[in-house]
C-alpha cells in the first residue's frame, strides 16, 4: 500500500463537465429571471394580472359610485392586495436558481483522494472521509457490468460505500472514471490494498475481502 496521497480519476470526462456546466448555468440563468422579472416589471405584471386602473386619481372619479370605482381607487377591505403577490411570484424561479449552482458545483468539485488507508471523497458542498482500514465496506449503486462475478452473495455496484464505525456519514467511492467504465487499475488495487490493510481474514470483514478481491480481479481484467 502507497503512503503517497492519491488523486482517484472520478468525476465527469471534460466533455461532461461542459456539458454540465453550460446546462447550469443555462437553468440558474433562468431562474434568476424570474425572480427579477416581478421585480423590474411589477407595474406591468399588474396590469396583465389585475384589472387595469383607468383613473389617475380620486378625483377623475369623485362623481361616481362607490361600486363603480376602478378597484385601486376603492377603500381598502380584507382582501389581500393583488400588488403585494407579484414580488412573490418570483419566488417560485428560487429553487431552479438552486438546482443551477447546484449542478455546476456538483460537476467541477467532485473529487476524491487516497491518502494510506484513508480516502477523501469531495462533493458539491462538502467533504467526507474515512479510513478504509476500519470501516465497514459494502458494494452499492448500480452494477458496472452485466457479467460481473458476485461479491459476498452480492454483485460489485459502481461505488464502494465506506461507513465507520463510530456512526460518522458513510462514503461513497465512485468506481467510475473520467469518462472510462472503471477507475484505472492501479487505483483499483490501490483501493483494495487500503480495504484490507490490517483487517482480520475471517468474521464480521468477511464483506470487505471480497469487494478487495473482486477490485483486485477487476483490475487484473479490465474489460
Not at 16 to 29: E, N, Y
Not at 72 to 87: F, K, M, W
Not at 89 to 94: A, D, F, R, T
Not at 199 to 223: K, M, S, T, W
Amino acid at each position: 500500500m502507497t503512503h503517497q496521497e492519491l488523486r482517484l480519476s472520478v468525476g465527469a470526462s471534460p466533455a461532461q463537465r461542459t456539458v454540465a456546466v453550460l446546462s447550469g448555468v443555462f437553468v440558474a440563468t433562468l431562474g434568476m429571471a424570474f425572480v427579477a422579472l416581478p421585480l423590474l416589471a411589477g407595474g406591468l405584471l399588474r396590469r396583465l394580472t389585475g384589472p387595469g386602473d383607468a383613473f389617475a386619481s380620486y378625483e377623475e372619479a369623485r362623481d361616481l359610485p362607490p361600486g363603480m370605482l376602478p378597484p385601486g381607487l376603492r377603500e381598502p377591505t380584507g382582501g389581500a392586495d393583488q400588488s403585494s403577490s407579484v414580488p412573490v411570484v418570483g419566488l417560485c424561479g428560487l429553487p431552479f436558481v438552486l438546482l443551477g449552482v447546484y449542478l455546476v458545483l456538483r460537476v467541477l468539485r467532485t473529487a476524491a483522494w487516497l491518502d494510506g488507508s484513508r480516502v477523501r471523497v469531495r462533493g458539491a458542498f462538502r467533504t467526507r472521509s474515512v479510513d478504509l482500514a476500519t470501516a465497514r465496506i459494502d458494494a452499492d449503486g448500480v452494477p458496472l457490468r452485466g457479467d460481473d462475478a458476485p461479491v459476498d452473495g452480492q454483485r460489485l455496484r459502481s461505488a464502494v460505500v465506506a461507513v465507520d464505525r463510530s456512526g460518522a456519514p458513510r462514503v461513497v467511492i465512485p468506481l467510475r472514471g473520467m469518462g472510462l467504465d472503471t477507475l484505472p487499475p492501479s487505483e483499483l488495487r490501490a483501493l483494495a490494498d487500503a480495504i484490507t490493510t490490517g483487517r482480520p481474514a475471517d468474521g464480521r470483514d468477511d464483506a470487505a475481502h471480497a469487494v478487495a478481491d473482486h477490485l483486485n480481479r477487476l483490475a487484473a481484467h479490465p474489460r
